[in-house]
């Protein structure tokens, strides 16, 4: 059932209800009229509320829709790790950005907790509600130039709502996450994301000039670094905690016509270290990101691409490559900037879309360690026939260009991050496993003064996110919470301030 309304009229539909146990069945039962889940950060089976088992009265008058029951809250109780179920008693569809503030307010009249979704690519839960409200951001999606060097984005717009806008006017942002249509604005800046180009503008939260933040007392504030600067920098890459955002104001680059680039391939973890840590910095290029990929002997090659822009003519990638000490490389390619931006198009239709055909759980993981300890860090990991299936990234970033306060990396000018995607599993004991191979590497990443991506950080505790963020961050973020949501009605699924 959902609730719709829009000035004085209101109607009602019934959707069709989903039956749990059709839900991966080797993962899930009935018994008792509960709902057992499994739960792979208490690593066991939990009660989970049924979803249609509660009202709500006294509900204001909205633009958008209210769903309450059926399909709609089943398909928001997971989010793409499936690795926990949290059922919301509602699904806010916002017809405009006066609902957010109204279904705030109504979460805090009924203690009820209420959180923004994209497209659901946490892994742990963290854009879930258990028994509250969920906002579903791709309501919101307005995108329009602000001036000639920026855009003015709503939430629920995903990157290649962005650049279908921006590339009209011969601009991009300075920053693009490597997926287009399958990530949100607002998810990115709710976690910080970066990109490609990141060795030379920061974090894609780097690039933002302005918010529009729905605060947890439900205030409706403009922030930026020159007006309401600590809920700006407490919003920005803060999983929702003070505000929600509704509007986000990025900064532009011009866009170029094509991009030329060139893949080196390494199988000495030294040389390529070297030379991705000396690249990073020096940033002779304009686009740089490596991964990780099986060599048919067994072993490793560790890939590194690199790119510039072009306007049709040049530039050479092989003298801008001498010097360096990969075993091969493949000749350069020139593409136009949009195939550039679409290049993982394939991958993520497959990998990332958090929906029931494809409901296994993944155990995805993303690390930093610091450059000091990334060799000996990886010759573990590359050496390990358990933890090794997983490793598919290992990419340099210069930690100076990070500088909003909360995307947290390593106490060094270089560090390095470390993806895992292992495969998944369909059954519990399996995925266990796995699980306890990450606890394992993230326990290995802190004692070498690592930190952890947020979204794919594996936190299970209140003191490990305080350990994450350092005391004099912790401090700042804490008072912040309790200034801009004093009643705890924001984002409680990452568990941070417990």
């Known amino acids: ?55 709500l009265e006294d509900i204001p008058r909205l633009d958008g829709t209210l769903e309450l029951e059926g399909a709609v809250l089943q398909s928001f109780a997971f989010d793409m790790g499936r690795n926990v179920q949290r059922a919301p008693v509602a699904v806010l569809k916002p017809g405009s950005v006066e609902d957010l503030i ?53 939430p629920g717009a995903t990157w290649g709502d962005v650049n279908d806008v921006t590339l009209r006017a011969g601009k991009t942002p300075r920053v693009m996450p490597d997926t287009m249509r399958t990530i949100t604005v ?17 974090a894609v939260v780097d690039t933002v000039e302005e918010l529009d933040v729905v605060t947890g007392d439900s205030r409706l504030l403009t922030c930026s670094e020159h007006q309401n600067m600590e809920l700006f920098e407490m919003t920005l890459a803060g999983l929702g905690q003070c505000g929600l955002i509704a509007r986000a104001r990025l900064r532009l680059a011009s866009a170029p016509a094509q991009v030329v680039r060139r893949e080196l391939i390494y199988q000495d973890v030294d040389a390529y270290l070297a030379d991705a840590s000396r690249l990073i910095v020096d940033s002779p290029f304009d686009y740089q990101r490596t991964a990780v990929n099986h060599a048919p002997d067994g072993g490793w090659n560790l890939s590194m691409m690199v790119g510039m822009q072009s306007d049709g003519k040049g530039p050479n990638l092989a003298a801008l490559t001498e010097g360096l000490k990969f075993q091969s490389a493949t000749e350069q390619t020139r593409v136009s900037y949009q195939e550039y931006l679409y290049r993982n198009k394939a991958r993520d239709n497959e990998v990332f879309p958090a929906n029931p ?105 209140a003191a490990e996110w305080q350990e994450h963020f350092g005391p004099e961050v912790w401090r700042r973020f804490s008072a912040a919470k309790m200034k801009y949501d004093p009643n705890h009605v924001l984002t409680p699924g990452p568990g941070i301030f417990v």
Request: hydrophobic share 40%.
């Open 1 to 55: 059932m959902s609730i719709e309304q829009s000035g004085s009229r209101s109607s009602r539909r019934v959707c069709a209800g989903v039956s749990r146990r059709n839900f991966w069945k080797k993962l899930a039962r009935q018994s008792g009229g509960t709902i057992l889940t499994f739960d792979a950060l208490q690593r066991g089976w939990v009660g989970a509320a049924q979803t249609a088992s509660s009202k």
């Open 102 to 154: 109204r279904m705030v307010q109504y979460a805090n009249r009924h203690d009820l907790k209420i959180a923004m979704r994209g497209r659901g690519h946490s892994q742990y839960g963290q854009s879930l509600v258990e028994r509250g409200i969920v906002v579903d951001s791709s309501m919101l999606r307005a995108v329009k130039m602000a001036g000639p060097d920026a855009v003015d984005v709503q």
């Open 186 to 202: 607002g998810g990115t800046l709710s976690v910080g994301g970066w990109g490609e180009t990141s060795h030379n503008f920061g």
């Open 357 to 461: 055909k494809n409901p296994r759980p993944r155990a995805f993981l993303t690390m930093f360690l610091p450059a000091s300890k990334a060799k000996e860090f990886a010759a573990k990991l590359l050496a390990a026939p358990e933890e090794r299936a997983g490793l598919i990234g290992v990419f340099p970033l210069n930690v100076r260009r990070f500088r909003r306060p909360l995307f947290k990396l390593p106490a060094e000018d270089l560090a390095f991050s470390f993806w895992f995607r292992p495969d998944t599993t369909a059954d519990a004991e399996g995925h266990l496993k796995l699980m306890a191979i990450n606890r394992r590497m993230v326990e290995r990443m802190r004692l070498a003064g690592g930190k952890r991506y947020t979204p794919y950080g594996l936190f299970a505790s």
